[in-house]
């Protein structure tokens, strides 16, 4: 395969990659920015390009992402439950 083929399909792997771990991290900063560059591309003159680029307003990380951005109570926080032992037998064997 031709050298700048495979460079630019690892660059594009690892924007792809590098675009999934912010949104995983940084949900709020991610939709802020490219809701910004969807504006700028619409006003260029390219709307089916910036909806697919703008956030979905009706989406949100979800209650187990942790952001701390959205307003709606989360049902229940799962319960931490203490890891327990088992008896070692009277014979000394463990099964």
Do not use: K
């Amino acid at each position: 395969m031709n050298a700048a083929i495979q460079t630019a399909l690892v660059a594009l792997l690892l924007a792809w990659s590098l675009g999934v771990m912010l949104r995983r991290w940084f949900p709020a900063g991610t939709a802020a920015l490219l809701a910004r560059w969807a504006g700028r591309i619409e006003a260029r003159g390219l709307p089916r390009l910036a909806r697919w680029l703008a956030p979905d307003a009706g989406t949100s990380a979800g209650c187990d992402s942790n952001c701390g951005s959205c307003r709606t109570g989360c049902a229940s926080d799962p319960v931490d439950t203490p890891v327990q032992w088992r008896q070692p037998s009277p014979s000394g064997h463990s099964h």
